[in-house]
């Protein structure tokens, strides 16, 4: 059984991030333990600073370290077509490219398939 710091989506623990002020963080502890940035500081021509936010559990950390670190991927789209190996084909520059007709071709060529005539 879960207990009150585990979250069921990654949403979820995201959104329970509370920022808080960097005065209310202890001097040595005032940087994101996953970057190692200092809280409120930037580097030169970035808008970047780290705010600390903390857990439920009580650690803090960087809230675009969290952000970044727990995000939802992004969904993406992938159209795959058949690949022709026909003469002139990328599939044909590809096996002469890279030798998988004599690595693997070969095999094929050496025990053809009788059904396929």
């Not at 808008?47 to 857990?55: L, Q, R, T």
Request: hydrophobic share 30%.
């Amino acid at each position: 059984m879960p207990d009150e710091n585990t979250f069921d989506t990654q949403e979820e623990f995201v959104k329970s991030l509370v920022p808080v002020p960097i005065s209310s963080i202890p001097e040595v502890d005032r940087k994101c333990p996953h970057c190692w940035k200092r809280f409120g500081e930037t580097d030169p021509g970035y808008d970047n600073a780290e705010d600390p936010v903390k857990f439920r559990c009580g650690h803090a950390f960087g809230e675009k370290c969290m952000k970044e670190v727990f995000r939802l991927p992004i969904p993406v789209k992938v159209e795959l077509h058949p690949l022709s190996f026909g003469s002139g084909s990328r599939g044909a520059k590809l096996v002469s490219d890279t030798g998988v007709k004599s690595a693997i071709g070969s095999a094929l060529y050496a025990y053809p398939n009788p059904d396929l005539k």
